[in-house]
């Protein structure tokens, strides 16, 4: 069966975007019931920095054709001036400030984040779909996803997290769902790329929890749902890989366990949106999300462009 690329990448684009969007909620509403129902009653489902930031990787991606460090700090710059709102977590707004006081690179001012030792955070992670998307058959894809994370990721732990993501939603890009695949392979095909001691043990606990039908609860303590990357990425695809043809289970999975919700329905989303394509998602929920005509476009154009 031949891909259908532009579902895929609309699916791992608006699947994000709701996973974000649907985690937000999920801080106020944490039972399963009462979120579905405020879904079901919201008229819009409006998303967080997580998916202003992978929007403008896609426009960056788009205008320059490949990852350019500069322009896509500056697209991510202009988006942060213009919605300050949305919920941006400490470090970016720091690399921001030093970029226009002291006129250096945003890879400069990543370095010097946190006693210069630079974030471990899941930031560079949540927002990677796009990249994982449009480089999902090239050998430069380890490399891009790199220096997109340094923009504002200088830890290791932080840049393994976001380039281990990258290729999970690029791996999902090239797989069939009508042909059943192994968890375990496909983790241990992460394992294998990962550089950092943290990524690859919690990875490697993923199958074992799967094969263990372990309860959810004890994958979560396990795996972890903090803001650093190795404690909520392994839980995030460990949802999408429990539930891998569903992608409201995958979405309900990664976000009411507690943690940093919406960035982990950010990430299940991107990659269990690539796997069943844009179709697999609920239309009220993609009606409902702002700026989806945006996402949808920027996604064909990712598309039209992969390479």
Known sequence: MTIDLHSKFQGAMIGSALGDAIGELAFRLPD??????????AEKLTYTDDTVMAIAIAESLIEMGDIDAQHLGDVFYEYYLKEPWRGYGAGPPQVFEMVEEEDISYIDAARRLYEGKGSMGNGAAMRIAPLGLYYYHSQRLYEKAKLSAQVTHAHAVGIDGAIIQAQAIAHTVTLNYHRPFSPRIFVESLVRIAKTKEIR?????????????AAIDEAAQQLGTGPAVHESMPFALYSFLR???TF?????????????????????GAVCGAYLGIEAIPVEWRHKLENSQHIETLARE??????
């Open 201 to 213: 043990d919690k990875l490697a606990r993923i199958p074992e929890l799967i094969e263990q039908d």
């Open 32 to 41: 399963r019931d009462q979120l579905l129902a405020e879904i079901e009653r």
């Open 302 to 307: 990712l598309a039209a462009r992969a390479g």
């Open 248 to 268: 409201v289970e995958t979405i309900l999975c990664s976000i009411l366990h507690g943690g940093d919700r919406d960035t982990m329905g950010a990430m299940a």
């Open 243 to 245: 539930h891998p043809h």
